[in-house]
C-alpha cells in the first residue's frame, strides 16, 4: 500500500524557534511535492524535490529530499507568526501521475 | 488574475440533486487535475486529463462522478444523485508537462465547497 506519513501532525511553537516536519514514504518517486494550506484556503506550492540530495530554501523555508530513505525534511528557521499554516507532502509514484499525500502538519506559531 | 479558477465557490445541495463543478485552468497549461479535501485530511485524487484526455480516474471514484475536458480547456466535474458523505472541497489543479524529467509544479485553485443536507 503507497503510505505517505508526516510527523507531527500537529506542532505549537514560539516564534525564533527552529523545528522540522518529516515526510516518509513507502514507495519509490520521482519527484515530492510541499505545499501549504490556510485555513479554508487552497493549496499554495512551495517546493517540487525531483532528485536525491536536493535541497531547496526560501526564505525562513528549507526542504531537503534523501530518495534511499524515502524521507523528505522542511526546516523552519526562526519562525514568525504568518507561517502559521497546515503543510502537507505530496510523492508522486514513478508508476504513474497521481500525487499521494500525506495528512498534513497543523503548526501554529505564537507569538 | 491568471491562477486556476473554480466556480461556483460554495454551493449547497440537496441529497439526490445532481451538481456541476467547473476549473478553468491556468492558460496553456495542458494537464489538469480533479482531487478533493475534507476537513482534515489531505487532497484525495480523483481524475486527471492531459489535454483533452482523461488519462487516469480513482478507482475511489463511483459512477456517480463523471469529468470532462471536451477542449483541453476547462473541465467539468460532475456528481449525479449526491450523497451526504460527498460534502467535501473539490480542488481542481493544472500544470505544464514539458517531459519527465521537469519539475512540472502544480498550481491549485481556490476550491468549490459541496454540502450537501
Redesign the interface.
Known sequence: ELKVEQNPLFLSMQEGKNYTIYCNYSTTSDRLYWYRQDPGKSLESLFVLLSNGAVKQEGRLMASLDTKARLSTLHITAAVHDLSATYFCAVRPDSNYQLIWGAGTKLIIKP | DTGVSQDPRHKITKRGQNVTFRCDPISEHN?LYWYRQTL??????LT?FQNEAQ??K?RLLSDRFSAERPKGSFSTLEIQRTEQGDSAMY?C?SSLFRD??S?????????SWLTVV
Open positions: 494537464r482534515g485530511q489531505g487532497p484525495e485524487f486527471y488519462l487516469e480513482s480542488l489543479a519527465i524529467r519539475g512540472n509544479t502544480i498550481y491549485f485553485g481556490e476550491g
